[in-house]
């Protein structure tokens, strides 16, 4: 059964940093484009980052550019989500989400086929 866990979430104050883990359960994450989401209250799932199967292609919001990296460590089966500089705005439940053998990638909920639960980042004084 293919699983992805997200963890790191958590309270951080304006300004801190926080890095979260997708790991995956039940398969190689190597051959899988992997994305992250945010949904906050209210609002729809939005797309912020992302990084193909072959790691040549990366994708990051306007949002988040220049303060977000998506990265993918293979001996841990996991893709990292640092995350610095980070605003009230920031606040939301944060999702990983990942589709095979995908040498590009985008922010649309549309191309991934497998999805973690969430975690939720909360930035607030």
């Known amino acids: 059964q293919l699983q992805l866990v997200e963890s790191g979430g958590g309270l951080v104050q304006p300004g801190g940093s926080l890095r979260l883990s997708c790991a995956a359960s039940?398969?190689?994450?190597?051959?899988?484009?992997i994305g992250w989401f945010r949904q906050a209250p209210g609002k729809e799932r939005e797309g912020i980052s992302c990084i193909s199967s072959n790691d040549r292609v990366t994708y990051y919001a306007d949002s988040v550019k220049g303060r977000f990296t998506i990265s993918r460590d293979t001996a841990k089966n996991t893709v990292y989500l640092q995350m610095n500089s980070l605003k009230p705005e920031d606040t939301a439940v944060y999702y990983c989400?990942?589709?095979?053998?995908?040498?590009?990638?985008?922010?649309?909920?549309?191309?991934?086929?497998?999805w973690g639960q969430g975690t939720q980042v909360t930035v607030s004084s």
């Open positions: 989400a990942a589709v095979p053998w995908a040498h590009y990638c985008s922010g649309s909920t549309k191309m991934y086929a497998y």
């Open positions: 039940g398969f190689t994450l190597d051959y899988y484009a």
